[in-house]
């Protein structure tokens, strides 16, 4: 949903609008960008991370529910600051440090889960020059 979302935004903007579209929803890059090059900030894409449209569709069909991301950037608690729809953000090695504090062995632990439905596009998303190859694939 997000690389459509990217796809519209850059088909709307470049090159009538503007000559170019950042393309990064990493809150680091964009922190980076408003800090040290503001003169570009007019080029950063409008539509939010993958984090943040998914918690908003989750919050919107489950009202209550808590949303907790968990990934490798500890920039994505800086992220779910901005955006309420975020409740809380666990690094890889914090949800670790959680696993060795109750014991748990996950190599001990079967794998029963099928992940045949992920898309390749979600897939390599978070890869290097995968937003690009998401954004490709959703225009075409």
């Avoid at 796809?7 to 680091?28: G, H, I």
């Avoid at 029963?112 to 694939?137: M, V």
């Amino acid at each position: 949903m997000v690389a459509i979302e990217e796809s519209k935004e850059f088909l709307d903007k470049v090159p009538d609008k503007q000559d170019y579209l950042t393309t990064s929803c990493c809150p680091a890059f964009l922190a980076l960008i408003e800090q040290e090059f503001s003169e570009i900030i007019e080029n950063i894409s409008s539509t939010v991370s993958p984090m943040v449209a998914l918690a908003r569709v989750l919050k919107e069909e489950y009202p209550n529910s808590k949303v907790v991301f968990i990934g490798p950037c500890i920039a994505k608690k800086d992220e779910a600051l901005k955006n309420k729809a975020v409740d809380a953000v666990l690094t890889f090695e914090e949800l670790g440090f959680m696993f060795v504090g109750a014991r748990i062995n996950l190599a001990s632990i079967s794998d029963g889960n099928n992940f045949e439905d992920a898309t390749d596009d979600g897939r390599i998303f978070a890869r290097s020059g995968g937003l690009i190859k998401a954004l490709e694939g959703s225009v075409s």
